[in-house]
């Protein structure tokens, strides 16, 4: 209990900062009718000045982390197996089809580009994939090299960073193309890197736009098995051997509660009261996170890598939308 205590004393500031920007966009989006998730980034970019400072970092990285895995975890509570069922093949063949290609187009990329496919392989692999997490993950299971810190750090911010951008400009994508409620789930689902934003654009838009995105990012966060094995294997073969570092989990613990939360839903053993309930803390959750995911959002950090690394991951994530949008059009 006292060393719970003072893990609270130490996110309690970043907490509520991140709180109040859920709270301030909860209520613009009530008396503007605009969307709550973009309401809570803008909130919070407005105020990246408190991402970095030592008494509100913690909690803020909290919120980031811990709290939007909460929020997507509960959201297991809307979704059914027989929702899933009713989406068909597609977006199971749109998954594995996006991210097997996007690897490959990234590594060859890295390559012509001078740099080392590895480096295409951890860049790809966390556009492909689910940002952040895959790009940690991936770190983990690559070979010792001198510029891997340096490399991963980029592709974190760098992914991230993307991330947002298309948060904000693919609903704009989904309205030009005239998708519908599925399809654009489909799309940003398909093609924003991390889940928070993936979360933010879909139900931004409506709620069965952002179930069947939420569903369609968790399919992806499931390749994440085979690309590390791709990954380990390309490793060995480049170093002679793998290192000994410990590795994060295949398959994130929210994307595990997640599944499990469908499921028990499916067979109804979860009350209508329960879920409604959970509906409500997964919203607040979802938009302190982004909230905190704002306020950490420091865009200067890109300046000082130059631009073949920036060129590489943009025509990465161009690559990945262009595909998704093919597909969902060869589909109908």
């Known amino acids: 209990m006292g060393r719970l205590l003072d893990e609270l004393r130490v996110i309690w500031p970043g907490l509520l900062v991140s709180l109040i ?29 408190l991402g970095e400072h030592p008494t509100c970092a913690p909690g803020i990285a909290f919120a980031s982390r811990t709290v939007l895995r909460i929020g997507v975890a509960l959201l297991g509570l809307r979704i059914t197996l027989s929702q899933i069922a009713e989406l068909g ?6 998954v594995v089809v996006a991210v097997v290609s996007t690897v490959a187009f990234s590594m060859a990329a890295a390559k012509a580009m001078g740099f ?41 911010i760098g992914v991230s960073t993307l991330s947002t951008v298309a948060m904000i400009l693919y609903p704009m994508v989904v309205q030009a193309f005239a998708l519908d409620a599925s399809r654009a789930g489909m799309f940003l689902g398909g093609t924003i890197h991390d889940v928070a934003q993936v979360v933010g654009a879909g139900y931004g838009m409506s709620h069965e736009t952002g179930d069947t ?25 480049s170093s002679g051997g793998a290192n000994g570092a410990a590795r994060p989990p295949l398959l994130p613990g929210f994307a595990v509660a997640f599944l499990g939360l469908v499921l028990l839903n499916s067979v109804g053993w979860i009350p209508p009261v329960v879920q409604s309930g959970g509906n409500h803390v997964s919203l607040w959750c979802l938009a302190t996170a982004i909230g905190a995911i704002g306020v950490k959002t420091q865009l200067r950090e890109l300046v000082d890598v130059g ?22 059009y060869l589909e109908t």
């Open 21 to 49: 920007v859920a709270a301030a966009a909860s209520f613009l989006s009530e008396h503007y009718n605009a969307p709550l998730m973009l309401f809570a980034l803008l909130l919070g970019m407005a105020i990246n000045f």
């Open 307 to 328: 631009i073949r690394p920036v060129l590489l991951m943009v025509s990465e994530t161009v690559f990945l939308a262009v595909l998704v949008l093919l597909i969902l």
């Open 89 to 94: 093949w597609q977006p199971v063949v749109l």
């Open 116 to 156: 080392n496919k590895l480096f295409g392989l951890l860049t790809g692999g966390a556009t492909a994939i689910c940002g952040a997490s895959a790009a940690l993950a991936l770190s983990a299971a690559l070979p010792a090299h001198p510029e891997k810190e340096r490399a991963t750090l980029f592709t974190v």
């Open 213 to 237: 995105a939420t569903v369609v990012k968790l399919m992806r966060v499931a390749m994440l098995v085979p690309v590390i094995v791709v990954a380990a294997l390309f490793g060995r073969a």
